[in-house]
C-alpha cells in the first residue's frame, strides 16, 4: 500500500488555474465519489481551499494512480488537461505524509501560521469519512494531521500574532481590556474605513457601538447599516467620549479633530480608566501628543502596520521549530507506515496454519467421527488455540518492525520457510520507503 | 533538612524560567510539577518541625522565613491552577529561592520561648506571614502590570505582550492579592497587640523584650507604615482613580517596605521581636 498526493496549490498553479480546480463549489462528497469510481485507489481524502487543491489516496501502484489522478483534476473541473498538468506537483509515501502536516501546521499557507487550515484539513476528513472514501490508511494519516496542527499552535509561536491591521487592532484592544463584552466603542467619521472597522469591533461583543459624525444624517445612516449601533450629534462628542473605552478616528478631516488637552479633559471624569485610541486617518486624526497621556494608548495606521510587520517577522523565526515538530511526526508516523508492510505476509501466515489445521482435521475426521459431539469440539477448540499460541509471537514481532530492510528480509524468509502464497503465485511486495512517484515536487 | 525543597525550588525556578522563554507545553508542565514537589517536600520538612517541637515552626525569624516561602509557593500555585497563567511564575520562584537559602543555611532553633505560646501568638505570625505571601504575588502581578503597560504604550509589541494576560486581568488580580494581604495584615496586627497588652502585664512582664513591644520598635513600626501604604492603595484604586500602573508601583514599594522588615530589620534591628 502507498500513500499518493497529487494536487496543485498557490505554490505552483496561478490563481486562475485554482480558481477552476475546485472542489469545493460543487461539494466534496461528490468529488470523492467520483473519485471513487474511478477505482485508481483504495482511500481518498480531497483538500480544497481557495489556495489548494490536494487529493490524498491510498493506493497499491503509485504510477497508474498518478496519471489517473491528474487526469481526474482536468477532468473533474471540465478543463483541458493540458492546462492543468504543467501545474500538478505529486509526491508519494512519507513525502506526502510530510506534506500533509505541513499543510495542516500552517506552514504551507499564502500566509504562514493561519489558523483556518487545520479546519479546512479536518473538514476534508469529516466529509471523506461520511462518504466512506477514508480507510484505515488515510485515517491514521489525517489524525496525525491534527496532533502536527495543534502541537505547532500551542508549542511554537507559528500562529501567534495578528498579521492583519484590524485584527491588530483587536489584539491590542483585548490585551488592554481583556474580555470586550463590556466595553463601549466610538467611531468618529461615518466613511467606509470606520463602518467596517465598527463592523468588526461588533464581532467582538462589545457592549455598544456609537458613531459620531459632524453630520447626523450620515452617522445615523452608517450606524443604521452597522445594526446595534448608535448615532449621536457631533455636540455630544465630549460626553460620549468620557463614556468610550475605544476610540476609533476615521474622518477625512485635514487637521487634528482630537487634540491633547482635548483628550486629557476626557481623562480626568474617567479617573484614568485606560482608553484605547485607534486613528485610521491619513491624515491623522488624533495629535500625536495624547500618547503621552499617562493610561492613554494611542495606535495609528502605521503603528498597527508596523506591530504586523513584527508579527510576520515573528512567525517567519518560528518556521524551524514548526519543522522540528513535523519532521518528528513524519517519523512517527513513517514506523506505523512501514510496519504495515508486514501485515499480508502476517495475514498468509495465518492462512497457511490455519488451512493445514482444516485440512489434518479433515483427513482424521474418520477417527473422529467415534467421538461424541462435545469431544470433537473440544478438539476443535484445542488445535485452534495451538495455532493462536503459536502465531502469537511471530505475529508482535512483524508487527513491531519498522525498517523496510528488516520486513523485506523478514517476509522474504517467511515467505520461504512455510511456502506461503504457493497456491495463489502473488508475490509479496513489501512497502519499500525509497519508492517515490515521479513528477513534480513542491518546494 | 530545608536543602531538599531549596534544591526543588530552584529546579523549578529553572524550568519557569525555560518556560517563559520557549513557551513549551511540556517544559510548562513540568515547571509547575516540580514547584508542586517542592512544595510538598516542603510541607514534609514544615510537617517534621512541628511534630518534632510540637508546634508549627513560626516563632523566630528563620523558621518564619520558610513557612513564608511555603505560604507563597501555595499561593502562587493556587492563582496559577485557578488562572492557568503560568507566566508570573519566573518572577515569584527568584523570590522563594532567595527566601529559602535563608533556612536552609541556618539551622532551625527548636525550643520557643515560654511567652510565645497561645493560640493568639499562633493567629498573630501566621496571619501576617500569610498577608506578606499576598503582598509578595500582589508586587509580583503589578511589575508584570508595568513591564507590559510600557511595551504596549511604546508601540512595541514584544516579549511580555505575548507571554502575559491582558491589563485588565492583571490589574484584577494585583488589586484581589491587595484586599486579600490587607485583610489578613490588619488581622495580625491588631491580634498581635492585643497579644502584646496582655503579656506585657501579665506572663512576660519579666521578658525585656516583651516590655520593648510599642511602636518605637522598629519591626512594629514598619508594619504599622505598611498597613498604612496598602489601606491608602486601596483607598486610592477605588476612590481617586489609582488603579492600574499607580496601584502596581504602590504594591512593588509596599512590598518592598515588607521585605525589609522580614529580613533585615528582624535579623538587626529589631528589640523586640527576636526570639
Known sequence: MHLLLVGVSHRTAPVELRERVDFQARGLQGALRALAERGSAHEAVVVSTCNRAELYVACEDTEPTRQDLVRFLSDYNDLPPSDVAPHVYDVADLDAARHLFRVAAGLDSLVVGEPQILGQVKEAHTVATEVRTAGPVLNRLFHASFAVGKRVRTETGLGSGAVSVSYAAVALARKIFGDLSGRNVVVIGAGEMGKLTAIHMKSQDVRHITIVSRTMAHAARTAEAIGGASAAPWTDLDAVLAASDIIITATGAANPILTKAHIEAVMRPRRNRPLFIIDIAMPRDVEAAAGEIEEVFLYNIDDLQATVRENLARRASEVSRAEHIVNEEVDKFGAWFRSRGAIPTVVALRERFEAIRRAELERLDFKLSTLPPEARARVDEITHLIIEKLLLTPTEQLKSLTDAETVSTYTEALTRLFALYEDERRKVEPFSRDRKGGGRQPR | ?275
Open chain 2, 1 to 275: 533538612m530545608n536543602a531538599v525543597p531549596l534544591a526543588l525550588y530552584a529546579a523549578a525556578l529553572v524550568a519557569y524560567v525555560w518556560h517563559f522563554a520557549q513557551r513549551n507545553v511540556v517544559v510548562g508542565r513540568t515547571a509547575t510539577t516540580l514547584l508542586v514537589a517542592a512544595t510538598l517536600a516542603h510541607t514534609f520538612v514544615i510537617g517534621m518541625l512541628t511534630m518534632r517541637a510540637g508546634q508549627v515552626p513560626i516563632a523566630g525569624a528563620t523558621p518564619a522565613i520558610s513557612t513564608f516561602v511555603w505560604l507563597l509557593a501555595l499561593s502562587y500555585l493556587y492563582t496559577e491552577m485557578t488562572t492557568d497563567e503560568r507566566a508570573m511564575g519566573v518572577f515569584i520562584l527568584p523570590l522563594l529561592v532567595a527566601l529559602q537559602t535563608i533556612p536552609a543555611l541556618r539551622p532551625s532553633i527548636d525550643d520557643r520561648a515560654a511567652v510565645l505560646q497561645g493560640p493568639l501568638f499562633g493567629v498573630h505570625v501566621s496571619s501576617l506571614l500569610f498577608a506578606y505571601a499576598s503582598f509578595a504575588l500582589a508586587c509580583v502581578i503589578g511589575i508584570t502590570y508595568v513591564l507590559l503597560f510600557k511595551e504596549i504604550k511604546a508601540k512595541h509589541l514584544g516579549f511580555f505582550y505575548a507571554r502575559l494576560p491582558s491589563l485588565q486581568v492583571l490589574d484584577r488580580m494585583n488589586q484581589r492579592a491587595i484586599v486579600i494581604g490587607w485583610v489578613f495584615l490588619t488581622i495580625g496586627l491588631l491580634v498581635g497587640a492585643i497579644w502584646a497588652a496582655q503579656m506585657q502585664v501579665g506572663y512576660g512582664a519579666a521578658d525585656p523584650r516583651v516590655q520593648k513591644m510599642s511602636l518605637q520598635d522598629p519591626k512594629i513600626f514598619v508594619a504599622v507604615v505598611c498597613w498604612f501604604i496598602y489601606s491608602f492603595e486601596l483607598f486610592a484604586a477605588r476612590r481617586i482613580g489609582w488603579g492600574g500602573r499607580r496601584a502596581a508601583y504602590l504594591s512593588a514599594v509596599g512590598f518592598a517596605i515588607v521585605l525589609l522588615n522580614f529580613v533585615p530589620i528582624s535579623y538587626f534591628f529589631t528589640s523586640s521581636h527576636n526570639f
